[in-house]
C-alpha cells in the first residue's frame, strides 16, 4: 500500500541525547514535512524539504535537525539542545511543494517522551 | 502573522444530528483551506480542500463553505455517525509551504 510510515511509534529520551524519527514515503512525493503537535495545539512546522539534498527550516527549527539524501526518507534528530522535546511528531509529504493546489498526506505520527 | 481559531473547542451531539463546526482566520490573503480528520494518537486525513477562488466543496456527508471576506469557513456534516467522533482541523494554505493550522475541535457523536 503507498503511504508514510513513520517509526518508532513511542519513543522515551533520556536528558542529553539525541534521538531519530524514521520517516518513510512510497509515494514518490518530492516535498517531505516535519510538524510538532502539542497537546490541545495546532500544528507547528519543524523543517521541510522541497526536493532530495535541500531542507528548510521551519517556525521552531530550532533544537532539531534533518537530511534528505534519499527521495523516500527524511529523518528528524531531536538533539539535546530541544529543551521541551515531548510531543507528538508527525511526517507529511505533497507532490511537491506546491501546497495551493496539492494534498498534503500525514503519517501516523510518533511519541517522544523525554524520562 | 495568520491566526486561526476553531470554535467549539469540543462538540457533543447524538447520533442523527447536522452538525457545523466553525474555522476563523486573521488574513485573508490565502491560497487555499483545508478541513483535516485526527483520531486520537494518530495521523491527518485530508477531508476537503477549498481553493481560494471557490466557495464551497463536498463530499458525500461533508460540506465545506469558504467566505474569505468575512474570514471564515465552516464544515457541516449531515445526520452524525459514531463513526465521525474525531478531531477535526481546519489550515490555511498562505504560500507555496505553509500551512497555518487552527487548534482543532474534538467532535463526539454519541449512539
Known amino acids: 500500500d503507498g503511504g508514510i510510515t513513520q517509526s518508532p511509534k513511542y519513543l522515551f529520551r533520556k536528558e542529553g541525547q539525541n534521538v531519530t524519527l524514521s520517516c518513510e514515503q512510497n509515494?514518490?512525493?518530492?516535498?517531505m514535512y516535519w510538524y510538532r503537535q502539542d497537546p490541545g495545539q495546532g500544528l507547528r512546522l519543524i523543517y521541510y524539504s522541497q526536493i532530495v539534498n535541500d531542507f528548510q527550516k521551519g517556525d521552531i527549527a530550532e533544537g532539531y535537525s534533518v537530511s534528505r539524501e534519499k527521495k523516500e526518507s527524511f529523518p528528524l534528530t531531536v538533539t539535546s539542545a530541544q529543551k521541551n522535546p515531548t510531543a507528538f511528531y508527525l511526517c507529511a509529504s505533497s507532490v511537491d511543494i506546491n501546497l495551493s493546489g496539492n494534498t498534503i498526506y500525514f503519517g501516523e505520527g510518533s511519541w517522544l517522551t523525554v524520562v | 502573522k495568520q491566526e486561526v481559531t476553531q470554535i467549539p473547542a469540543a462538540l457533543s451531539v447524538p447520533e442523527g444530528e447536522n452538525l457545523v463546526l466553525n474555522c476563523s482566520f486573521t488574513d485573508s490573503a490565502i491560497y487555499n483551506l483545508q478541513w483535516f480528520r485526527q483520531d486520537p494518537g494518530k495521523g491527518l486525513t485530508s477531508l476537503l480542500l477549498?481553493?481560494?477562488?471557490?466557495r464551497e466543496q463536498t463530499s458525500g456527508r461533508l460540506n465545506a463553505s469558504l467566505d474569505k471576506s468575512s474570514g471564515r469557513s465552516t464544515l457541516y456534516i449531515a445526520a452524525s455517525q459514531p463513526g465521525d467522533s474525531a478531531t477535526y482541523l481546519c489550515?490555511?494554505?498562505?504560500?507555496?509551504?505553509?500551512?497555518?493550522f487552527g487548534k482543532g475541535t474534538l467532535l463526539t457523536v454519541n449512539p
Open positions: 477549498i481553493q481560494s477562488s471557490q
Open positions: 509515494l514518490n512525493h518530492d516535498a
Open positions: 489550515a490555511l494554505g498562505g504560500s507555496n509551504y505553509k500551512l497555518t
